[in-house]
């Protein structure tokens, strides 16, 4: 009996490199948003986008190469 579960291949759009890439960079805005000193709106706002950002970091650090 041949299943073909065993050549299933992951979705294309669930690749580790480009979503990594992406929370790394709403990191790195959660950051810029901290450090400014014009708008309190984004200074409000960026512990809630470094929080999104890491928390994304870690869910695509499972996905597959």
């Known amino acids: 009996m041949n299943t ?3 050549n299933i291949k ?3 759009i669930f690749r580790r490199g480009p979503w990594e890439n992406g929370s ?3 990191i790195c805005a959660g950051i810029l948003m901290l450090m ?3 708008m309190l709106q984004l200074y ?3 512990f809630a ?3 999104a950002g ?3 970091f870690i869910i695509t650090s499972h996905f597959p190469e």
């Open 4 to 6: 073909n579960v065993d």
């Open 10 to 12: 992951p979705r294309r």
């Open 24 to 26: 790394t960079a709403l």
């Open 36 to 38: 400014q000193p014009f």
């Open 44 to 46: 409000t706002w960026s």
């Open 49 to 51: 986008v470094i929080l």
């Open 54 to 56: 890491t928390v994304g």
